[in-house]
C-alpha cells in the first residue's frame, strides 16, 4: 500500500501577496503525507515516511474538528509538527494491530534535517518513539492515549542544548445519535516554545499543558440545496508552567453547513483570552470537496 497528499499554498501559488506569509520560505506546494507499506488482517499495519503520528490519531484527532484549533494540543504547539513527531512525522515509522474495539499503536521517529528557527538556532530531531491506543468503550464512546518521546537538541552561535521531549495525552469522543462530544488533554515537557526564553536552556518551556473540547450537533435537513447544519461551542486552553508563565484561552461559537454537490460554509467567532492580548476574530472558508 502506498499513499501521498499534497498541499497547496493557494496564496503563493497564485501571487496573492496579502494572504501569505512573503518572508517564510516555504514553498508553494508541501508534502502533507507521503509514505508506504503494507497491511495483513493477521500482523497488522506496518508504514513508513511522512504520516500522522501516533499520539495524532490517538488524542489529537477527535478535537480537531473545527478550524481556528490546534492551539492547545501537542500537534500545534510545538516547535514543528512534522518535525518534532507530534503531527505528520517526517521520516517515520508506524505500526497498529488489534480489533474493531480495541487497537494499539506503535511509532518510531528517525533522525531528521535540521529545521532553522528565529536568528541563529536550528532544531534537530535526533529519534523518538511512541504508543499509543485507541479503544471502543461502546459503539458510542471511544477513548484514546498516547505516549511520545523524542530525543532533540538546538544549536546556536557555537552552543548547543539537548532536550527530552516528552508528551502524554488522552481524548474522549462519544457520538451518540446527532451529537459530536469530544475532549483532549495533554501535558507537555521541553516541548512548547517559550516566547520570553533567555537562551537555549529556556527556550522550550520545561512543563506545559493543553485542554481542547467542542460540543456539536447536527440537523440533518437532506434538502435540494442544504445536506445539513451543525452549529457547535468549542473551546481551548494552553498554559506554560514555571518561568515561561503564559496561557491562551479560546471560546468558539460556530456553525458548519453542508451543501449538496461537495461545498460547504464554515463560521465561527473565536472570543480570545492570551497573555499577548490576541484581539478577538472571525473567520470563514469555504470548501469544496470532489
Given at each position: 500500500?502506498?499513499?501521498g497528499?499534497?498541499?497547496v499554498?493557494?496564496g503563493?501559488?497564485?501571487?496573492?501577496?496579502?494572504?501569505?506569509d512573503?518572508d517564510s520560505d516555504?514553498?508553494?506546494?508541501?508534502r502533507?503525507q507521503?509514505?508506504?507499506?503494507?497491511?495483513?488482517?493477521r500482523?497488522g499495519?506496518l508504514?513508513?515516511?511522512?504520516?500522522?503520528?501516533?499520539y495524532?490519531d490517538t488524542?489529537?484527532?477527535?478535537?480537531d474538528?473545527?478550524?481556528?484549533?490546534?492551539f492547545?494540543?501537542?500537534?500545534g504547539?510545538?516547535?514543528?509538527?512534522?518535525?518534532?513527531?507530534?503531527?505528520?512525522?517526517?521520516?517515520?515509522l508506524?505500526?497498529s494491530n488489534g480489533?474493531?474495539?480495541?487497537?494499539?499503536f506503535?511509532?518510531?521517529?528517525?533522525?531528521?534535517?535540521?529545521?532553522?528557527?528565529?536568528g541563529?538556532?536550528?532544531y534537530?530531531?535526533?529519534?523518538g518513539?511512541?504508543i499509543g491506543f485507541?479503544?471502543?468503550?461502546?459503539d458510542?464512546?471511544?477513548?484514546?492515549?498516547a505516549?511520545?518521546?523524542?530525543?532533540a537538541?538546538?544549536?546556536?552561535?557555537?552552543?548547543?542544548?539537548?532536550f527530552?521531549?516528552?508528551?502524554?495525552g488522552?481524548?474522549?469522543t462519544w457520538?451518540g445519535?446527532?451529537w459530536?462530544?469530544?475532549?483532549?488533554?495533554?501535558?507537555y515537557d521541553?516541548?512548547?516554545?517559550?516566547p520570553g526564553a533567555?537562551?537555549?536552556?529556556d527556550?522550550l518551556?520545561?512543563d506545559?499543558y493543553?485542554?481542547e473540547?467542542?460540543?456539536?450537533?447536527?440537523?440533518?435537513?437532506d434538502?435540494?440545496?442544504?445536506?445539513?447544519?451543525?452549529?457547535?461551542?468549542?473551546?481551548?486552553?494552553?498554559?506554560?508552567?514555571?518561568?515561561?508563565?503564559?496561557?491562551?484561552?479560546h471560546q468558539v461559537?460556530?456553525?458548519?453547513?453542508?451543501f449538496?454537490?461537495?461545498?460547504?460554509?464554515?463560521?465561527?467567532?473565536?472570543f480570545?483570552?492570551t497573555?499577548d492580548?490576541?484581539?478577538?476574530?472571525?473567520l470563514?472558508?469555504?470548501?469544496?470537496?470532489f
Amino acid at each position: 500500500m502506498s499513499y501521498g497528499e499534497l498541499g497547496v499554498n493557494t496564496g503563493r501559488a497564485m501571487g496573492w501577496n496579502d494572504h501569505y506569509d512573503r518572508d517564510s520560505d516555504d514553498s508553494a506546494t508541501t508534502r502533507r503525507q507521503v509514505y508506504f507499506g503494507f497491511e495483513s488482517d493477521r500482523y497488522g499495519r506496518l508504514t513508513a515516511g511522512k504520516q500522522n503520528s501516533v499520539y495524532y490519531d490517538t488524542v489529537g484527532v477527535s478535537t480537531d474538528v473545527w478550524d481556528y484549533n490546534q492551539f492547545a494540543q501537542a500537534p500545534g504547539v510545538g516547535i514543528d509538527g512534522s518535525y518534532d513527531g507530534s503531527y505528520r512525522a517526517r521520516k517515520s515509522l508506524r505500526y497498529s494491530n488489534g480489533t474493531e474495539d480495541f487497537t494499539v499503536f506503535a511509532g518510531w521517529l528517525f533522525p531528521d534535517d535540521d529545521l532553522h528557527l528565529d536568528g541563529p538556532l536550528d532544531y534537530r530531531r535526533r529519534n523518538g518513539g511512541s504508543i499509543g491506543f485507541r479503544w471502543h468503550l461502546t459503539d458510542d464512546l471511544t477513548l484514546g492515549a498516547a505516549y511520545a518521546n523524542t530525543s532533540a537538541e538546538i544549536k546556536g552561535s557555537g552552543d548547543q542544548q539537548s532536550f527530552r521531549q516528552q508528551l502524554t495525552g488522552s481524548s474522549l469522543t462519544w457520538t451518540g445519535g446527532d451529537w459530536y462530544l469530544a475532549v483532549g488533554a495533554g501535558y507537555y515537557d521541553d516541548f512548547v516554545p517559550d516566547p520570553g526564553a533567555d537562551g537555549l536552556n529556556d527556550y522550550l518551556a520545561s512543563d506545559a499543558y493543553g485542554v481542547e473540547y467542542i460540543a456539536r450537533y447536527s440537523f440533518q435537513l437532506d434538502n435540494d440545496w442544504v445536506q445539513s447544519i451543525k452549529p457547535f461551542v468549542a473551546g481551548d486552553r494552553l498554559k506554560r508552567l514555571g518561568s515561561a508563565d503564559a496561557q491562551s484561552n479560546h471560546q468558539v461559537l460556530g456553525v458548519t453547513t453542508q451543501f449538496n454537490h461537495g461545498f460547504r460554509l464554515d463560521l465561527e467567532r473565536i472570543f480570545a483570552n492570551t497573555s499577548d492580548s490576541e484581539p478577538d476574530s472571525v473567520l470563514a472558508r469555504l470548501r469544496y470537496d470532489f
